[in-house]
């Protein structure tokens, strides 16, 4: 390398290259991608320090043929003319004539104007004789605005021959965007320097000198994050500490030589403000501008450095550091690093400044709806007593909105014993067994609060208000035991106790009330509470008037009456005027929905589920059952499967083991339906039945899926089995009036004794299972027991009106079996003039509009239609229409 005498020895080092460790892993895929982009104008490669960057460009170089210069920045060159003498230095040191006017211009008393310099110096980098990659290190050091406009002047018309590549720990104030768009740009980040664990694996094994088991690399590269100096540091660590011992035991941030590294890479170069905030921030899991200035409030030089210019250090890359959000506000520190800040504050804060700092996070974090971390520092820093106190006063807003998962982390990060002996935070807890559908567990939890209460001596007032929630939560624990009267009583009692503040907890009670007087049979008496309590609702909407009329429609539900259920759903207006609001579209798409597929109105059911939010009350999986139940029956199995796979994976992400249960109940079902019958008996064999509650209220029942499957087996075990659910189904579903699952029931008791022979009894038990559904309209019902039914189904003896209904079930059944037997595919058996009459009835028009439009007469205008009908599986013109815009074929209409 040849350099000009002018230039000090102090600027000759700066063009020296670095050397490459002898141990370094050459990441030949990135070479690749160095070498691809040397033909473009710019590389930049950018990542926090410890990423291996300069070796990597270093190495790239080191093996390739061609002229290469280096030049290593400081604080010293960000002023333009400062900058510009380095980079022709840089320059000339591999092209010894280059840039002879630049370096000219250096020499001329005075100084030329800035932009006489840039203009020549842009001149001569056009006209160099031969290609140059010219390596920019320390990038980030610059922080002049003019200097990083010189290099966006050069790249607007980048010169023929210079290749830039600039190195920096964050990405340079250049205007990239455009580069990126010109296709002049190639970018290497952190993600792609991170190591892999093979990569790993190598540095490890070279490093300790001997093999390294692959749990111990595993252990090592999780604990480094691919983090390259990590790798190297945990290499380290294992060759002190020998191979015998365990490879990870030695490697945290506070181990002596981890902790080496960061003092003097991360912490010392700071100032002193930039030191105490480093060690305040790591506090936290992840902190962003306005958290950091709540952290600095009582710091030395905190006043000095606000949380938006700490930001700002943390992202230039300074510190081992990444982005948690898309927006870049929330930072989180490296693992280890963040351990080596930890020991350090630890060593320089006493106990009692250190709670202050939890206490000061807990308030921030509370105040900005972050629940878990307030909860977590509250803890840490007053104790198991003031962060109880802290969930608790959340009450209202986790209740409010349904914050279930949320509610459980914050319960788990409290000590077990503090949630035991604090009667609010078991009423918390009680709740949210409750939600979670373990009857039990809430049962066992709402006696230990009794016990509490009665120890509570003078916390009168808070002893009532949680005694008053008590009772709103033993009123449905008897509701859904069957106990309407004791219920009523319980409810009755939290009505009158709670304040008019605790929403949710009356509107339980409320819900009980009407709940109790539908099990004793008076339907209009439970109809006429929710109406009054509808009527006297304080509001939110979302919060007392959705869940009474979800109430409402799970009552008109269990008695089987869907016009009723229907007519709620549908209504913009109900009681008192208030509005059936747009938000719980989730809610009403679901009730809807259950109307229309039991009407075996299978497109406007698959219609109105696929456009409701399935969010409302707790109804997204249901409506996911719901949903998956429609698809089935229109012949789409694979695609209800793939639905309750999906909400299968859901409920285990979020351990909602109640709901998932449910889920495999479902899952079993469609496996019947779709004549897989070992996978519903292997569901069977492991469905634990639990106790019994008969207050059915969802769409189906995993214990009449369990009948299913043990009368499809065909064993006298099984169908004995069988009977006895039934019959004691029959007893307690008849008792409690819930006659929409009473049916079911007595369905599949014909079903059961007709495989036995007892045709006599088969036919009196479908007749009675009919006569209760032929009110409401019930279709689906009988057809998703399968063609097993059909025999008896035809045996029935009735009257006319009966007939007619019956008639509808037939040719509901007939339909299903085209469907589910794979012989039909809609649109495919649609005719020319049947797709012609479709797009007509699109258009609304008549029997007699169509005839005189296509020039045929109406009685071929009927047959085609209801051709169309048969094949779109659909029962009215307008089912047919929605049908037929979902599978696409009415693109145009």
């Not at 509470?529 to 009527?535: C, P």
Request: aromatic content about 6%; hydrophobic content about 45%.
């Amino acid at each position: 390398m040849q350099v000009d005498s002018a230039f000090s020895p102090f600027l000759r080092s700066k063009l020296q290259r670095p050397r490459v460790v002898a141990d370094f892993v050459a990441r030949d895929e990135l070479q690749r991608r160095l070498e691809d982009a040397s033909m473009m104008p710019l590389t930049v490669v950018a990542a926090p320090l410890g990423y291996g960057k300069t070796s990597l460009v270093a190495h790239w170089l080191e093996g390739r043929v061609g002229r290469a210069a280096w030049l290593s920045l400081d604080a010293g060159d960000s002023e333009p003319q400062a900058f510009i003498r380095c980079l022709v230095a840089a320059v000339r040191s591999a092209l010894p004539g280059a840039c002879s006017e630049t370096f000219a211009c250096f020499a001329a008393q005075p100084l030329p104007p800035l932009a006489v310099i840039a203009a020549v110096l842009g001149n001569e980098l056009d006209d160099l004789a031969e290609p140059l990659i010219l390596v920019l290190d320390d990038l980030h050091c610059i922080e002049n605005r003019a200097t990083y406009a010189l290099l966006d002047s050069l790249l607007l018309r980048p010169p023929h021959h210079l290749h830039l590549v600039l190195i920096g720990r964050r990405d340079p104030l250049l205007s990239l965007g455009a580069l990126r768009v010109r296709g002049a740009l190639n970018e290497i980040g952190p993600h792609d320097l991170q190591f892999s664990r093979q990569q790993a694996a190598e540095i490890i094994e070279r490093g300790a000198g001997s093999e390294v088991s692959a749990a111990a690399v595993q252990r090592l590269h999780e604990r480094s994050g691919g983090w390259p100096a990590g790798v190297r540091l945990a290499t380290l660590a294992l060759r002190q500490r020998g191979a015998a011992a365990d490879p990870a035991a030695g490697f945290a941030g506070g181990a002596p030589m981890v902790g080496q590294y960061f003092q003097d890479a991360v912490l010392s170069p700071q100032p002193e403000a930039v030191r105490a905030l480093l060690l305040r921030t790591a506090l936290v899991d992840c902190f962003c501008a306005s958290l950091c200035d709540a952290l600095a409030a009582d710091a030395a030089g905190g006043q000095d450095l606000s949380g938006t210019r700490f930001m700002d250090f943390v992202r230039s890359g300074s510190v081992v550091a990444c982005p948690v959000d898309d927006a870049g506000e929330w930072y989180r520190y490296h693992p280890l690093l963040r351990e080596f800040l930890q020991c350090r504050l630890a060593a320089q804060m006493d106990v009692p400044a250190m709670q202050q700092l939890h206490l000061r996070a807990a308030a921030w974090f509370a105040e900005h709806d972050r629940l878990e971390e307030a909860v977590g520092h509250e803890l840490a820093g007053a104790g198991a007593a003031a962060a109880g106190h802290l969930l608790a006063a959340q009450r209202d807003r986790l209740l409010q909105h349904r914050q279930h998962l949320r509610l459980a982390r914050c319960l788990r990060l409290l000590p077990a014993d503090a949630v035991e002996a604090d009667p609010e935070l078991l009423s918390l807890k009680a709740w949210l067994l409750h939600q979670q559908g373990r009857l039990l567990e809430t049962a066992a939890v709402l006696d230990r609060i009794e016990v509490l209460l009665e120890r509570a001596g003078a916390q009168a007032q808070v002893a009532a208000l949680v005694r008053g929630r008590l009772l709103a939560l033993r009123s449905m624990q008897g509701y859904l035991e069957g106990s309407g009267e004791a219920a009523a009583r319980c409810a009755a009692q939290a009505l009158a106790s709670l304040p008019a503040e605790c929403i949710d907890e009356r509107v339980v009670a409320e819900s009980v009330i009407a709940g109790a007087r539908q099990l004793a049979g008076d339907l209009a008496g439970a109809r006429q509470s929710i109406d009054e309590a509808l009527a006297q609702a304080p509001g939110p909407i979302a919060r007392c008037q959705a869940p009474l009329l979800a109430a409402r429609c799970f009552i008109d539900w269990m008695a089987a009456d869907l016009s009723a259920l229907h007519l709620v759903a549908r209504q913009d207006q109900r009681v008192a005027g208030a509005p059936w609001g747009s938000g719980d579209g989730g809610l009403r798409g679901y009730f809807l929905g259950l109307v229309q597929y039991q009407r075996n109105e299978l497109a406007l059911a698959e219609q109105t589920l696929l456009s409701a939010p399935a969010t409302a009350v707790g109804q997204r999986t249901e409506h996911s059952f719901l949903l998956a139940a429609v698809c089935q029956a229109l012949g789409q199995a694979s695609r209800a499967n793939a639905i309750i796979d999906a909400a299968c994976e859901h409920l285990r992400q979020q351990d909602d083991l109640h709901a998932l249960q449910r889920a495999y109940a479902c899952r079993a079902e469609l496996a019947l339906r779709q004549g897989q019958l070992a996978l519903a008996s292997a569901w069977a064999a492991s469905f634990d039945p639990g106790p019994l509650h008969f207050a059915y209220h969802f769409s189906s029942a995993p214990h009449l899926t369990l009948a299913k499957v043990w009368i499809a087996e065909g064993s006298s075990e099984g169908r004995e089995q069988a009977a006895r659910l039934l019959q004691l189904l029959e007893r307690e579903l008849a008792a409690r009036h819930n006659i929409r699952f009473l049916i079911e029931v007595l369905a599949l008791q014909s079903l059961l004794q007709y495989g036995l022979g007892d045709e006599a009894a088969a036919a009196d038990l479908l007749g009675r299972a009919v006569a209760l559904a032929q009110p409401g309209g019930f279709v689906r019902l009988f057809v998703d027991l399968g063609q097993q039914l059909l025999p008896p189904l035809r045996r029935l003896k009735l009257d006319r009106s009966d007939s007619r209904y019956l008639g509808q079930i037939l040719a509901a059944f007939d339909d299903d079996w085209l469907a589910c037997s794979g012989r039909q595919e809609p649109r495919a058996d649609l005719t020319r003039r049947e797709l012609k009459i479709l797009k007509l009835l699109a258009v609304r028009l008549s029997n007699v509009e169509i005839s005189e439009e296509l020039c045929i007469s109406r009685a071929t205008v009927k047959r085609h239609t209801q051709n169309i009908y048969r094949k779109l599986r659909a029962s009215s013109r307008r089912e047919a229409v929605v049908r037929a815009r979902t599978l696409n074929i009415l693109l145009d209409a």
